[in-house]
Each structure stands twice: as C-alpha cells, then as structure tokens.
C-alpha cells in the first residue's frame, strides 16, 4: 500500500515534469530555414529582405540567399500553417488548401506568420489553376496582394514568376511577360536566366518565334556553368527546338536533345519533360510520328510532376493518336487532359 | 457441372496464385529505358514498347547492360501482347515469346536477367498449355485432339520447369538453414520457403489441368486427377495452417469432385466454411468452398435446401467489409442460383425469387464475367418492368400516375425524338459539304445542341416507357406489353447500354415470341450481342467467348422461332459476318448453306464469305511458308478453289443488283485470286471489264471504289507484271498510267505518309523476287516506270527511314539490272549512283546525330558498302564495312560480307584483293590487328565458337564452311593470277584448307558437294 502510494506520486511527479519541458520547449521552439538542398538552419530569424534570409545561429548570424530557400518555419506558427507547408511540400495540394482554411486569419497576430500564410494561399491558388479548382485571374489578384503587402519578403521573386505563370494562363501574355522581366532584377545568374527563359515560353506560347529565340539563344551564350545554370540552359534549349521545329528547322536538334536527355539527371522531371516534349516536336516536324509519340511518352509516363508539362504532351499525343485513327486512346487523353489539368490553356486549345 | 466450368475457375486460382509469385521479380532497374518500358508495357503501348526498344538497340545512349537485355525486353513484350490477342495469335506469341527467352537464357547466364528469364520461360508455358486447352474446347475433332496433344506437351514441359525449380529452392533453403547465422536473414528464409511451396502448388495445379486434355480416356484423365489429388493432399497436410495448405485443401476437394468422390469433397469444403475471424485471403477460401459445396449439393434437388443453409449461414458468420472480391460474388451467383432452382420446383415462389434475386443484383451489377448468367437468372424469373430496372426514373416521370397518360406522353416523345434525329442527321450531311469555316462552326454549334436534345430524349423516353410498364394494367394486350418492352430496348440499344438492351430485348423476344415485335426485339439482342463482343473480344477474351456463345444462341433462336421471315436470313448474315471475322469458316460455310439459294440475302452473304475465305487463304498461303506449320498444300488447294466457287457464285448473283461497294470488292478479290493462280489474263479482263471493273471504276473515281484504289492498282501493277514475266507485251504508257495512279492514290489516301511509308516498304520487300521474274526488257521497262515514281517520291520526303527505302529500291533495282545486263548497263550505273548518293547523305546525317532514327545507321553503313562494291568502288566500300566493324568487330555476318567484297574484287581482275580477302585488311593503329578479318579468321572464330557451343552448331556451321570454303577459292584464285613458278605453294595450301574441312566435319551436308568441285579444280590447276 505504502509503495503503491508512492507509486502514484513518483509517476504524478513524470508527468508534472514532461508537461513543464514540454511547455518549455514550446517555448524556446527555434525558427528554421529549410534550404534547396535539404539542410536545416535553426535559429532566430533577425532580418528577412527580398535577397536573403538572416538568422542567428548558435550566437552568429548566418546569411541565406532567398533563391536557396525551399521553405522557412517560424518557431511559433500554428501547427496548421506547419502542416499545409508539408502538404504543399508532397504536392498534397488539395488537403494543403484545406487545412489552410481552416487557419483563421484573424488569430495570426504576428507579422511573419501572416506573410507565410498569405504565400502559403498564393501557392496554393496557383497550383490549383491547373485542375480549374482557381481560375488563373483569382490566383493573380491573390499573389498580387501578397506582393504589394510583402516588398521584401524572401519569397518575392518566387511570387512574382507565380504572377507571371498565372497572366499566362489568363491567355496575359504582355503581363506575363512583364513579370518574368522582373526576375532579371534578381542577384542571382540562375534566377536572371529562369526570367528569360520564361519570357521566351510566353513569346513562344504567342507565336512570336523569332523573338522568343532570341530570349534562348541569350541564356544559352551565357558563360555561367554551374549546375543550375545548365538546367536553365537545358530549358532554353528546349524551347529554341520546338521554336525551330514549328518552323520546320530541324537539323542537328535532334541529336542535340537526345545527348542532353541523356545528360539530365531522370530525377530531374521538368527539365527532363521540356527536352523530351520539344523532342517530339522536332520528330512531328520531321513527319516522325512514331518517335514523336515514343517522346510525348517519355513525359506522360515518367516526367509528368509539372503540369504545364505533362498537359502539353497529353495534348500532343492526342493530335497524334487522333491522326493516327487511335481514337479511343485520343479520348483517354483528352479526358485526362481536360479532368486532370482542365485550367491549363493546354486543355482550352482546339 | 462439367469440369470446363469449373476449370475455368480454377485455371484462375492457379493464375492468380501464380501471379502472386511467379510474376517476373525483376529488380527494379535504374535506368529510365528499363523504367519506361515498364510503364509503357503497364498502359498497354506494347508496339511502342517494341518501336522504342528498336531504337534503344543502336542508341549510344542507353547503356551497354540495358543493350543486352534487349532480346528478353522483346520477348516481355511479345508474351505481354499475347494476353490481349485472340487465343490463336495468343499461342503463335507466347511460343515465340518462350523460344527467346529460353534462348535468351541459355545464351546470357551471366545476365542479371537470367533468372527472369527462366521464371518467364516457365511461366509463359504454362499459360500458353492452358490457352491452348481454352481454344481446344470451342474445337471439334482432329483439331481439338491436336490442340489438347500440345496442350499436354507443354504442360509437361512446365511441370518439368516448376519440379526443377522447387528442387533448387528446396536445395537452397536447406543450405542456408545448414549456416550457423541462418537465422540473421529471416526475410530471405521466409521469401525462399514462399518461392518453394509456390513452385509445389503451381507443379500441383498443372497436373490437375493436364487432366482435362485426357478426358476422352477415362483410365488417363483419373489417373491424372488422382496425382493431383495427391499433391495437393501432400501440401495440405504439411502445412495444415497456413493459408497455402488451405488452398491445397480445397483443390484437394476439386479434384475429388471431378473423381465423382462428392461426399469426400464435401467433407473436405466443410473444414474451410467457417469464414469467421479469417484474414481476408483465407475468407475468399472459405468463399470457394462455400459455393462448391452449394454446387455439389444442388445436384441433387433433395439437398437444395441443404445447400442453401451452407450459404446463408455463411453469410451470418463472415465479418467484416470485403463482400465484393470475385469469390464471394461467385458464392453469391451459386446462392442464387440455387434460390433460383428451388423456386421452381419447390412451393414459396415468391419468397425464393426474392432471396434469389437479393444475392443476384450485386452480381448482375458488378462488371465481373459472372454477370451475364445472374443477368440471365434474374431474367427467367423478372417480371417485365424488372427488365428495364437499370432504367432511372426521374421525379418529373415519376408525377405520371396514369397508364394512358404515360403511354402516350412516351409515344409523343418517340415522335419528338424521330424529329430530333433526323435534325442531328441533317446537320451532320451539311457538315460534310461545307468547307466555309464560318458556316462550319454555325453548322457545329447546331450539331451539339441536337445532340443533347437526343440524348436528353431518349434518356426521358426510356424513363416514360419503363413507368409505362409500371403502370400498365394487369390486362394490357400482350401485343402492346411486347411493343413497349421493344422500345425500351431500341432506346437502350442506341444509349449504347447493350447489356441491357439484350436483358430487356431478350425478355420479349422469349417469352412474348408470338408478338409482333419479337421478332424485332430478337433482332436488336443480336445486334448488341455483336457490339458487345466487339467490346469485350480484346480487353476479356473469357466473357468475348461467352457472349459469342449467347451472339449464335439467340441467331439460332431467330432462325428456328422464324424460319421463313425476313429477320432470319438478316441474322445468319449477322453470323456469317462474325464467323468470318473469326475465321470460323466450317460453321460460316454450314450458315450460308442455310441461306435459301433463291433468297436475295444469298448473294451478299456469298460476296462476305468469299471475302473472308479469301482472306483466309491468304492467311494460311503465308504461314505455311514457316516450316513449322502444318499447312498442307493439299488443303490450301481445296480452300482456294471453295473461295473460288464461293465468290464467283455471289458475283453472278449480284451482277444484276448493279454496282456496289460490296460487289466491286468481290471482283477485286477475284482478280487477286486469279494472280495468285498465275492467270494474270483473267485478272486483267476482271480488273478492267467495261461495266464492273474496279480499275475502270477507279479511274472514273466512282464512290464504290471508295478506299480500294491502292488495293485496285497495285493488283492492276502485279498484273501487268505478270504478263510482262510471261512475255507478253504491255504498253509503256500503261504502265505509267498505273504505277501514276497508284502513287495518286496513295497520295490521296487520309494519311498520305503512311501509305507512302508502306507501299515504299512492301515495293522493297518483293522487288528483287518481282525482277529476276522478268525477262531483261521487262526488267527496265518496270525500272523505268518505278524509277519515275521513286524520283517523285524522293523529292518530297524527308523522314530518314523512307529515304532509306528509297534508297534501297534504287540500289536494288541497280543490282538487279547489272545482273542481268553486266556492268555496261547505263541504267543500272545510273540507279546505282542515285542509291550511293542517297546512302552517302544519309550517313552523313548519322554521323552528325540528326538522323531521325539511329537504329538505321547500321543498316545505313550496310548498304553503303553494297551499293559501293556494286559501283566498282571497292575502297569505298571497305570504308564502309570498316566503319561498321570498328564499332562491331564480331558481327560476323558483316565480316562474312566484307570478306566476300575484297573476294568479288579479285574475280573482277583485281587478284591482289586475294589476299586481304584471304588474310584481312585494314589494321587498326590502337589493336595492331586487322579489323576487316578475312575468310581465315572468319572460320576460326566460328569453329572456336562451335567448339565452346556443341550445341549452337547448327546455327554457325554454314559460317565456317562457307568461310573454309572461300579461302580456299582465295588461294586458288591468287595461284591462278601468280606466274607459274609461284602457283604451287598456293595451290597446295589451298589443298590444305579443303582437305582440313573435310576431315574435321564428316557430316557436311550440301557443302560436301562444293567442296569435292572445288578440289577437282585445285587438282585440275596443279595439273596444268
């Protein structure tokens, strides 16, 4: 009896003590700055600017490029805003959206946390408009207002290609144009050579061909050779072959992309659905409909993590398999395009 | 219950067990080739998958592992395409499909796809013995007993394959289990102990299979049950707990049950019925169980009631969720059926047909093949307004309270409905004639409004009719209950729900037979019947097989019900179409003798059966070039001359019906026939008859030769071949004429490209044997003409494969010339160059990567040195052939050629080229050694090959006579053009090198003749 009593006290006592440190904890929980390539950097966050992150780390301050940021978690955010930045992270875009909303904007006082909120929405909208749960205009205003609201926020020039992606696909192009210029602004070679990149997508997109190689032909004279500034090269490749094969110009691109596909690394999913994608329409232009389906499969069956991408070749192969009196594989195609990415100017273009 | 029902049942256990594991258990490799394979294979792009291996195999790109495992990729595709086709061409693939693997495997032990490839090999047998055994049963006599004697053939080469297996994992285990830290890799313990007891099941499950193809011996076919009886028996008291050891049991109980041992069976089902508290998997056992016992025991009409407490007290005890897998749905079929039996003989109708149809609707609804029997049950007992149940009732419809209101609101939707049709139809005409683009979208805007008003009406007309049918007095005319019941399944017909329209239709059709519209019901069943084939024969050939049972049931229903009217001669058209289609040609011919002589009917079905006879001929004319075949000309002869009989009968009848797509068609394949027969006359005069030829109807572009003119004057073009092979005279400009026309109607095909990428192809492929059919003159007059159109098609192309073919054509026509003329002929100098030209642009486009498709820059590089050897250009053809071989140094069939070109140099005059032939050329700076080898190296590598490879003899041996053999006629040939005092040393070392060869070979076959001539004239030099 006496050592059941004691029992009772000595584990009252555990608890007692796991709840202080709990608390304690939940107290001290540091900030963190998660970066591109997976490292943690925990600490206090003492300055944000549109370039960088600064945060104190074990007494010295470390300074963070804002384009080698993936994403930044505040010591005391709510778990929901945590956990949505998770989903978003997983491409759980959905659920993201609707844990999201069950934040309450109004009980987020600090100034911080309601920035991360406000991008956290704005990404959330701009990945929805390629299912057609947002329209691309709902998804402007709102990284719109997050950009006038939030000059220097570290997420600033991620926004402003979000405004861009979005004005084209409100069928904007000057707009979008317009914000991808931005990002030349940027201090970094990589983000600078994205821009135009980007630009020359929409120029593309518009039909204007000579000028959107141009914007390639720009990023692929550059000097600059570390890995993400090939990876900008690489897309710009891609884009001045489907440029030249929609002209009919087709020599060397071919063996030009099939060597740089082969280059790229398969985790690469985007770079890889460009130059695969421009690939087939190299082949369409050289009236090679079977390699060019072979390419457009490459990105409908392995690379199809973007959308933009992944709808661009679901469209493609439909023309083809429709050509090509495969009819019920062109509804299949047409069906997921329309269900899967229905937002997407892909899914509006006859 | 015959053993084929339940076979089918229990080849799927066996295949599921199997799949479960004996699917490949490759190991997930890293390229993105192999993962994108995969892919392709899982979405069903299996000529892709074969397109894109094709360029994977000269791709620099891919690495040198994956290259290897090319062969085995190709034949998972060949064995995947095998589970879409129809059983037939199923079992051509899957024996191909094991021919490579096994020999894939015997030639890349060392391949970390070796072990894949076994596990294919076995797997692959197995499945092609269990098709074989399916098609066997839809046979009759000397072609099922064929079918089931390869059927056990391959059983018993799979039974060999898994025992072997089971062996070797039984030896494995127990080595591993012999180790001191066995017990540190419980994982591999368990997967090898998996692998063992799977590779025992499967040895069991075929010797069960193996005893349906016996049946016809009674003593063989129990014999055979009784082994598999015992293995099963073996595994289920080994491993009494586990679920394999279940699953034996209740296969132990098939077996028994075929053995006629019922009540043993029963005892054995009644261990596994208590489905409470089981996993999942051994729930599904019980299932079976459940529903064998309720099988057996409902054969016996005193023990249904028996039976069916088995099976509700099943459905008391089960927990949980999982109602809905194959095996509880097939318990529920048995449950029902058995409701089904009893309501029938045994008071309480009502009440059973209740309990019955409780158990049948999940089923009925579910997508599995079981649903066409619990559609058929539910039906044998529904009253007419269950028939159309699948029919949704809206709440607007729903408001009609009153027969003859609902009635006649339904007709006047049918009116409305006619309207809206007939406006869809007209906006779809005008659509066809309109170009202006403006007038085509207002013309497209009105098409997809009419279509949603039709949809939208035939959907709320299907609802009217079916509340009709609800509110329909008890004495409503049986006439009008058989109208109304017809039109809803018209309505559901063109709603493309044809399942029901055949449960709604079916019903009328039975059991009102004396109606009016019965007739027309029937009618429309068999029309959905054959569209529902036609959906289902690719994706599940199983329940194809089954409705096309149902497809000639009904015909024969339509047939015997109605034997004089008009629907019964439109119904066994209907079976002679799909019989054709099928290949079916005894049944066809037995339908069309059903078909009166004087029937207006006879002519058409004539006109469709000698098509697909003709088809069919062709068919088998081609696969009896394949040794393993067994296609006697005996029997090609008599189909020939039935198709001859059969299209020439409907020809005649139809004459008089005037000009038809159909009869054009039927000409056709007459003239192709007559060709085929070597008439090339009596196909002229059918091609170009003033009133129905086809080539005079193509060239005046009538509609009838719609889509056949490519067929059209490609015959006219064999045609005039013929005649110019038999030496008749044929006018230069009709020559032109045709091969212009054809090139026209290629160009005005739809898809252009391809059907130039094809003729192309199929002129290459048949060129040579076209032209050494000719007699010299013919030979460039055809040049010439197919020069002209090659130079068009030359111009405007631009992919790289038809530039090759182009290319080829040229060259051939080239080679066929100077063969035929000697090297003086202008024309041939002239194609010649024109091929090296284009061989030439194209390897300089390999070179520099931007040719479209790499795997032809071999070929590319081939047909360089060809064209350049043909040329005179010896040096430039040993560019060629150095260029290949640099890359490929052991091709050896490249080797062979070049060692032939440097040889052909020296008969031409040049004997120096004796010796590289003899010795090889072309040293290579980084080696020191010759990369082009010459015909002694050739024959030592290749007799080193044989000896390493006993058993690859077959396969290198001409190599190595054909290489001796040329060696020597190099030495003779360098002691010919030597001075005299020179001669003997090579005359004797040609003397050497026969006399080794045959001394090392006794048996040499036709080569032994070659070399005695060859000897005799060594003999014969060294004596002058």
């Known amino acids: 009896m006496k050592y059941a009593a004691m029992g009772i006290r000595i584990s009252c006592a555990v608890v007692i003590l796991v709840h202080m440190a709990g608390a304690a904890a939940q107290a001290q929980r540091s900030d963190a700055v998660i970066t591109q390539d997976g490292n943690q950097v925990r600490g206090r966050i003492k300055n944000v600017s549109k370039n960088s992150v600064t945060i104190t780390a074990k007494g010295k301050d470390e300074v963070i490029a804002a384009n080698e940021v993936r994403y930044i978690a505040l010591g005391n955010e709510p778990s929901l805003l945590r956990q949505a930045r998770r989903l978003i992270d997983k491409e759980d875009i959905n659920e993201a959206s609707a844990v999201l909303g069950r934040i309450e904007p109004s009980s987020l006082e600090d100034e911080s946390i309601r920035q991360e909120f406000a991008f ?13 749960k947002v329209t691309p205009g709902k998804a402007a205003k709102t990284t719109l207002s997050f950009l006038k609201s939030h000059k220097l926020s570290c997420h600033y020039y991620q926004a402003v290609r979000m405004l861009g992606d979005a004005a084209l696909e409100m069928g904007n192009s000057e707009k979008a144009i317009q914000a991808y210029g931005q990002l030349a602004n940027a201090p970094w070679i990589e983000t600078n050579l994205n821009g135009l990149v980007l630009i020359g997508n929409a120029l593309r997109w518009d039909g204007a061909l000579e000028e959107a190689v141009g914007k390639y032909d720009e990023v692929l004279a550059t000097e600059a050779s570390s890995p993400a500034a090939e990876r900008q090269k690489s897309l710009a490749m891609a884009g001045r072959a489907a440029c030249l094969a929609e002209r009919g110009k087709i020599d060397e691109q071919i063996s030009a992309l099939e060597k740089r596909v082969a280059e790229t690394e398969a985790t690469d999913s985007h770079v890889q659905a460009c130059l695969n994608n421009a690939l087939g329409d190299c082949y369409r232009a050289a009236d090679n409909a079977l390699d060019a389906e072979l390419a457009y499969l490459h990105t409908h069956l392995l690379f199809f993590r973007d959308a933009e991408d992944h709808a661009e070749a679901l469209y493609r192969l439909e023309k083809l398999w429709q050509n090509d009196g495969r009819g019920t594989k062109a509804t299949e195609a047409r069906e997921t395009l329309q269900t899967k990415y229905g937002g997407t100017r892909w899914a509006k273009k006859p | 219950m015959t053993l084929r029902i339940r076979e089918n049942s229990i080849a799927l256990i066996g295949w599921v067990l199997l799949s479960l594991c004996l699917v490949p258990l490759r190991v997930a490799a890293e390229e993105p080739s192999a993962d994108f394979l995969r892919q392709l294979r899982q979405h069903g792009f299996l000529s892709q998958a074969d397109a894109y291996l094709d360029r994977m195999e000269a791709s620099p790109f891919v690495s040198a592992s994956f290259q290897q495992t090319i062969p085995f990729e190709r034949a998972v595709n060949l064995a995947e395409s095998a589970k879409t086709c129809d059983p037939q061409s199923a079992i051509n693939k899957m024996s191909r499909a094991y021919d490579q693997f096994k020999l894939f495997a015997t030639e890349n032990p060392d391949s970390s796809d070796f072990e894949s490839a076994v596990r294919w090999q076995r797997n692959v047998r197995v499945q092609l013995a269990r098709t074989q055994v399916a098609l066997a049963r839809s046979k009759d006599g000397k072609a099922r007993d064929q079918l089931y004697g390869e059927s056990l053939t ?66 063989k076919y129990a014999q055979q049950l009784d082994l ?23 296969l132990r109980g098939r077996c028994l049950e075929e053995l006629g041992k019922k009540q043993q069976a029963l005892g ?162 005008r659509l066809s004639e309109t170009e202006d683009p403006l007038r085509r979208e207002e013309i497209e805007q009105g098409l997809e409004v009419a279509q949603e008003q039709v949809l939208q009406d035939r959907r709320l007309g299907l609802a009217m009719y079916r509340r009709s049918l609800e509110l329909a007095p008890r004495d409503l005319p049986a006439e009008e209950r058989c109208r109304l019941l017809y039109l809803c399944s018209y309505l559901l017909y063109h709603d493309d729900q044809y399942l029901s329209a055949v449960v709604t239709g079916e019903f009328a059709a039975r059991r009102l037979s004396d109606q009016p519209s019965a007739r027309s019901a029937a009618m429309l069943v068999l029309a959905s019947y054959f569209k529902l084939y036609e959906e289902r024969k690719l994706g599940s050939p199983d329940e194809a097989q089954a409705i096309s049972q149902n497809l000639v049931e009904i015909s024969r229903f339509i047939a015997t019900r109605w034997p004089d009217a008009k629907e019964t001669q439109e119904a066994l058209l209907t079976l002679i179409r799909f019989m054709a289609a099928e290949g079916e040609l005894a049944q066809l011919q037995e339908y069309l003798d059903r078909i009166p002589a004087d029937s207006p009917r006879r002519g058409s079905a004539e006109l469709i059966a000698g098509q697909a006879l003709w088809t069919h001929y062709q068919r088998l004319r081609a696969a009896s070039a394949d040794p393993s075949t067994s296609v006697s000309s005996e029997a090609l002869d008599q189909l020939l001359e039935r198709t001859h009989q059969t299209l020439q009968a409907g020809v005649e009848r139809m004459k008089s019906t005037g000009k038809t797509s159909s009869l054009v068609l039927a000409i056709l394949c007459q003239a192709e026939l007559a060709l085929d027969d070597g008439d090339p006359d009596r196909a002229h005069s059918l091609l170009t008859d003033t009133v129905l030829g086809p080539v005079r109807l193509a060239e005046q572009q009538d509609r009838t030769t719609a889509g056949l003119e490519a067929r059209i004057f490609k015959a006219q073009l064999e045609c005039q071949l013929e005649q110019l092979a038999a030496g008749k005279a044929v006018p230069q400009r009709e020559f032109d004429s045709t091969i212009e026309h054809w090139s026209r109607s290629l160009a005005d095909s739809p898809d252009k490209n391809r059907y130039v990428r094809a003729a192309i192809s199929e002129i290459r492929r048949d060129l040579k044997r076209q032209l050494d059919a000719l007699p010299q003159r013919a030979q460039e007059q055809f040049a010439q003409a197919l020069t002209r159109m090659l130079d068009q098609v030359r111009s405007d192309v631009q992919d790289s494969t038809l530039q090759f073919n182009v290319a080829d054509c040229y060259s051939i026509l080239g080679e066929s010339l100077r063969a035929a003329d000697g090297r003086d002929s202008a024309l041939a100098n002239k194609l010649l160059a024109t091929a090296g030209e284009m061989f030439a642009a194209l390897s300089q486009a390999a070179a520099n990567g931007s040719t479209a498709d790499p795997s032809l820059r071999m070929q590319i590089d081939m047909r360089t040195a060809r064209v350049m050897q043909q040329s005179g250009n010896i040096d430039a053809a040993l560019d060629a052939y150095e260029k290949i071989l640099v890359k490929r140094n052991t091709a050896i069939t490249v080797q062979i050629d070049a060692a032939r070109a440097l040889q052909s140099a020296g008969d031409q005059g040049q004997p120096e080229y004796y010796v590289q032939a003899a010795k090889g050329t072309r040293r290579s700076e980084s080696s020191g050694k010759n990369t082009i080898w010459g015909w002694e190296k050739i024959a030592r590598v290749v007799h080193a090959q044989i000896q390493r490879q006993p058993e690859q003899r077959a396969r290198y041996e001409d190599h190595f006579f054909d290489a001796q053999l040329n060696f020597a006629r190099c030495r003779l040939g360098q002691a010919l053009a030597a001075p005299p005092e020179g001669r003997q040393k090579y005359l004797a070392s040609a003397l050497r090198i026969v006399n080794t060869a045959m001394a090392a070979y006794a048996d040499m076959g036709n080569w032994r003749e070659e070399f005695e001539q060859l000897k005799t004239n060594i003999e014969q030099a060294e004596d002058s």
């Open chain 2, 154 to 219: 391959n059983f018993r080469g799979a039974l060999r394959l898994f025992n072997a297996e089971a062996e070797r994992l039984k030896e494995e285990l127990a080595d591993l289990q012999s180790q001191p830290n066995a017990a540190d890799d419980p994982a591999e313990l368990e997967r090898l102990g998996q692998a063992y007891l799977e590779s025992r099941m499967t040895a069991a499950a075929i010797r069960f299979e193996m005893a349906e193809p016996q049946k016809e011996n009674p003593r």
């Open chain 2, 268 to 429: 054995l089902y009644r261990e596994l019925l208590d489905p409470s508290e089981q996993p999942p998997v051994m729930v599904n056992i019980s299932a079976q169980a459940a529903a064998r016992s309720i099988d057996c025991m409902s054969e016996d009409p005193r023990q249904i009631g028996a039976a069916i407490d088995v099976g509700e007290q099943w459905f008391q005890n089960v927990k949980g969720s999982d109602y809905d897998s194959p095996e509880v749905m097939q318990l529920r079929l048995s449950l029902g059926r058995a409701y089904c039996h009893r309501a029938q003989t045994g008071g309480n109708s009502r009440r059973m047909q209740a309990a019955a149809k409780k158990y049948l609707v999940p089923v009925a609804n579910s997508d599995l093949s079981l649903q066409v029997e619990a559609k058929e049950l539910l039906a044998s007992f529904e009253s007419d307004t269950d028939v159309v149940s699948a029919v949704e009732i809206t709440d607007d419809v729903r408001e009609l309270k009153d027969y003859n209101q609902a009635s006649r609101s339904a007709a006047a939707l049918l009116d409305r409905l006619k309207t809206a049709s007939g406006t869809l139809r007209l906006y779809q005409s």
């Open chain 2, 228 to 250: 598999a009886e015992r293995g099963y028996k073996e595994l289920s008291e080994t491993y009494r707990r586990r679920v394999v050891g279940r699953h034996a049991l209740f």
């Open chain 1, 120 to 132: 956290l929405q704005a990404v959330v909208m701009g990945k929805q408009v390629a299912s057609g």
